[in-house]
């Protein structure tokens, strides 16, 4: 008799927790972020990194854009977007002294960061 109530119990609770799940769509596949490129400041209190998302031209077009955050690896605080647009950025690395910050950028570009083309 136990045992039946516990399958019961176990059923019931699948059922309700199914029901509250939506699958997976094409769309949510819109919504997914990555990171890479992290480096590290010198002074170890910050990391810069890029960050991929997919976005879109039209209604069937889609392309990805790369942009640079800034996080402060002390605190726990919203990491900072630096860089902004659709064109992508990367490579990023500190200066020695961790004052700043190189990048690779497209030309058109009008950022207080250095460039490498």
Same mark, same amino acid.
């Not at 990555?34 to 889609?62: C, F, L």
């Given at each position: 008799?136990?045992?039946?109530?516990?399958?019961?119990? $176990?059923?019931? +609770?699948?059922?309700?927790?199914?029901?509250?799940?939506?699958?997976?769509?094409?769309?949510?596949?819109?919504?997914?972020? +990555?990171?890479?490129?992290?480096?590290?400041?010198?002074?170890?209190?910050?990391?810069?990194? $890029?960050?991929?998302?997919?976005?879109?031209?039209?209604?069937?077009?889609?392309?990805?854009?790369?942009?640079?955050?800034?996080?402060?690896?002390?605190?726990?605080?919203?990491? $900072?977007?630096? +860089?902004?647009?659709?064109?992508?950025?990367?490579?990023?690395?500190?200066?020695?002294?961790?004052?700043?910050?190189?990048?690779?950028?497209?030309?058109?570009?009008?950022?207080?960061?250095?460039?490498?083309?």
């Amino acid at each position: 008799m136990k045992r039946i109530i516990l399958v019961v119990l $176990v059923m019931v +609770t699948f059922v309700a927790f199914s029901q509250n799940k939506k699958p997976i769509v094409a769309s949510d596949l819109m919504k997914i972020a +990555t990171t890479n490129q992290i480096q590290i400041s010198p002074d170890g209190s910050k990391a810069i990194m $890029v960050v991929n998302r997919k976005a879109v031209k039209n209604e069937n077009e889609y392309y990805y854009t790369r942009q640079l955050y800034m996080t402060d690896l002390i605190s726990p605080a919203e990491p $900072v977007q630096l +860089t902004f647009g659709d064109k992508s950025d990367g490579q990023p690395q500190w200066s020695p002294d961790g004052k700043q910050i190189l990048l690779c950028a497209p030309m058109a570009r009008n950022l207080n960061y250095g460039f490498c083309h």
